[in-house]
């Protein structure tokens, strides 16, 4: 149990749940698991459709490239990697350009993906995570990006990370975006020895106590770490503001399922319907980011695999109403 604390905590911790939407007891009034997408249009609220960028890194096109394959296929938002961002720049290419890439196209930059080491235990090698996470937000700050992925990245194998200290790492990360600008997203890796459940996950947001603390969840991952879909009826749209869309098919199993095997939303198994009702059940509409590392899908023309996505999300959308 973690130690008591003193009563400014205690009360501070209480109006940090009660406004975030992260506590039990955070369901709309009024609504229920069984409300249907058609009330989009009734509350004003949508889902907004976003493109990982990920689903068409086979392609091997560049950054540039990526937004406007974005952009040619309709989506609203992009959620780039900083890998491919950082190599587009070191080769020569202007940040600049990219900007009025997205502008051009009427995109936005819901996320990002990054890999800064910010919770491992060793406090040189965390430092230096810190650091590059600095540099990620500016950078993605720069696109007019909003948020980062906080992932439990970098922790060797057979070394372990207490939740409450991934909490009040979480909680630096946190203050770091304060300066600049730029919201970090605490993410589950399905089956991951620190945070390897939505649970676990949901632990660090709350104990970093920090009003701007959220979740970034992701079918596949809720699925491979073994949680209930209907842990989302416990969240709010502070909570869960991004959400990676895919599917997962019946074979492989969940214990040797990995990401390469993850399919376009609707032509798997996982409950899609169950799941978009249940955001719009907590009156959260997180943006629906597409998060595929399919081959098959790699070997298709990057346009033709960004629309049949979209075009998939979509229908998901459409049958939860």
Not at 102 to 114: H, K, N, P, R, W
Not at 144 to 157: L, T
Not at 189 to 218: M, Q, S
Not at 271 to 299: H, Q
Request: aromatic fraction near 8%; charge should be negative; proline fraction near 6%.
């Amino acid at each position: 149990m973690p130690d008591a604390q003193p009563l400014s905590a205690v009360s501070g911790r209480r109006a940090f749940l009660a406004g975030s939407g992260l506590a039990l007891g955070s369901l709309a009034p009024g609504l229920s698991s069984t409300a249907t997408a058609q009330e989009t249009t009734m509350t004003g609220k949508r889902f907004q459709y976003c493109l990982n960028l990920s689903t068409i890194r086979g392609q091997e096109v560049d950054a540039a490239a990526e937004i406007e394959v974005a952009g040619r296929a309709g989506y609203d938002a992009i959620e780039p990697w900083f890998r491919k961002l950082n190599e587009y720049v070191e080769k020569g290419g202007k940040v600049e350009d990219l900007k009025k890439r997205i502008d051009d196209y009427g995109l936005t930059v819901e996320s990002a993906i990054g890999f800064a080491k910010w919770i491992v235990n060793d406090p040189a090698e965390r430092a230096a995570g810190l650091e590059e996470a600095r540099r990620d937000m500016d950078l993605i700050a720069r696109l007019g990006g909003k948020r980062i992925a906080a992932p439990p990245a970098g922790v060797p194998a057979g070394e372990s990370v207490t939740l409450d200290d991934a909490a009040e790492r979480y909680r630096a990360l946190l203050e770091l975006g304060d300066e600049m600008g730029v919201t970090p997203q605490i993410e589950m890796w399905g089956g991951n020895p620190v945070i390897g459940t939505v649970e676990k996950a949901l632990y660090v947001a709350i104990r970093a106590g920090h009003p701007k603390a959220c979740f970034l969840g992701d079918v596949y991952h809720t699925y491979k770490g073994g949680s209930s879909f209907d842990s989302l009826l416990l969240l709010g749209p502070q909570a869960i503001q991004v959400y990676h869309m895919n599917d997962y098919p019946a074979d492989p199993p969940r214990e040797t399922i990995k990401d390469a095997d993850r399919v376009f939303p609707g032509d798997g198994i996982a409950p899609l319907t169950a799941i978009l009702r249940n955001f719009i059940a907590v009156g959260a509409y997180p943006a629906l980011s597409l998060e595929l590392f399919n081959a098959t899908y790699w070997a298709m023309p990057a346009d033709e695999c960004a629309k049949i996505g979209l075009e998939k999300m979509k229908a998901a959308v459409e049958a939860a109403g």
